[in-house]
């Protein structure tokens, strides 16, 4: 799909690879500067280095300070942030049990990345589009977060407070010029996928 998006600049999370990297690709395609940006530092800047003017960022979702740091060195290098992607995500791969056999740790760690990461990326993007008076949130959710999958529990659970989190985003931020969309794909092959 071609649009016009000169001028624009755009902030993909979990941009090193699989389904970020083919989002923030298609952004850059499409004339948006696009800011990679990702908990592999060192793979979100092989990434941004494939497009011409992409630039990466280390930044981990589940620490505040980073994303806040993030933000601002966006704003500070390219003036604005007029679309964050949300793409950042985990599950798991060796915790495919039943709830009561899930462990706590690992539903910590996926909901502090799939769920709470998108609250503070989305906080500190909403605080510079509210002051433009304009932006787009994407949030990228997933099938699983309307029709649950077994043995998924902590990955269904993030995806559907994604899909709901959305909605609530939408009403809240809409009359301040800000647009949130969200997206629920379902199995795509990326290298996650494939181990």
């Known amino acids: 799909m071609k649009c016009d998006l000169t001028g624009k600049v755009s902030l993909v999370t979990g941009a090193a690879r699989g389904i970020g990297q083919a ?9 948006s500067q696009v800011v990679f940006t990702d908990v592999d530092g060192e793979g979100a800047m092989l990434a941004s280095a494939q497009v011409a003017g992409g630039v990466s960022l280390r930044m981990d979702v589940t620490q505040s300070g980073e994303v806040q740091a993030a933000i601002q060195q966006t704003v ?7 679309i ?3 793409n950042a995500g985990v599950n798991t791969m060796k915790h495919r049990v039943t709830i009561d056999q899930f462990p706590r740790e690992e539903w910590d760690r996926i909901l502090a990345v799939d769920i709470t990461g998108l609250f503070e990326v989305s906080r500190a993007a909403a605080t510079v589009m509210r002051v433009q008076g ?8 997933s099938i699983v977060g309307l029709v ?3 043995l998924q529990c902590a990955f269904v659970a993030a995806k559907a407070g994604v899909v709901n989190l959305t909605r609530a985003m939408a009403l809240e931020l809409g009359p301040l010029g800000i647009l949130v969309n ?3 794909p379902g199995s795509t092959l990326t290298e996650g996928t494939r181990q």
């Open 23 to 31: 989002i923030a690709n298609r952004l850059a395609a499409n004339g």
């Open 76 to 82: 500070e290098q390219f003036g604005r942030l007029d």
């Open 84 to 86: 964050l992607v949300n």
């Open 134 to 141: 304009s932006g787009r949130i994407i949030n990228i959710a």
């Open 148 to 150: 649950p999958l077994r």
């Open 182 to 184: 969200g997206i629920a």
